[in-house]
């Protein structure tokens, strides 16, 4: 049984920065791809960075390029996908989420929302100006 569990959201000021965390069990993330994404207030959920295959590729929308960073622990013991968010902005405010595709796929395919099987259920962002 997938099981995906985010911890690492708070209150910031624009301009800072968090680094969230997402204990993954029952799934293999070298096999398939796996990623961040957020819904902020009254807006759809959207896909931010996603990282897959065996070599860890990543792929970042055009709406965090360049301020955030996914990675994933190598200890398969304890397995776990981050995302660190730098020179955060009152727009970053939202719910964050970690979520798991079923199925092998890269780059923008992977940031897809339908194309994941499996969500965790959250960890609050909230950016002040």
């Known amino acids: 049984q997938v099981q995906l569990v985010e911890s690492g959201g708070n209150s910031v000021q624009a301009g800072g920065s968090l680094r969230l965390s997402c204990a993954v069990s029952g799934y293999d993330y070298s096999r398939y791809c796996m990623g961040w994404f957020r819904q902020a207030p009254g807006k759809e959920r959207e896909g931010l960075a996603v990282?897959?295959?065996?070599?860890?590729?990543?792929?970042?929308t055009e709406a965090v390029e360049g301020r955030f960073t996914i990675s994933r622990s190598e200890d398969n013991a304890k397995a776990t996908l981050y995302l660190q968010m730098n020179g955060l902005q009152p727009e970053d405010t939202g719910m964050y989420y970690c979520?798991?595709?079923?199925?092998?796929?890269?780059?923008?395919?992977?940031?897809?929302?339908?194309?994941?099987?499996?969500w965790g259920k959250g960890t609050l962002v909230n950016i002040s100006s």
């Open positions: 979520a798991a595709s079923a199925r092998y796929s890269i780059g923008s395919l992977c940031t897809r929302v339908n194309g994941m099987h499996y």
């Open positions: 990282i897959y295959g065996d070599g860890g590729d990543t792929y970042y």
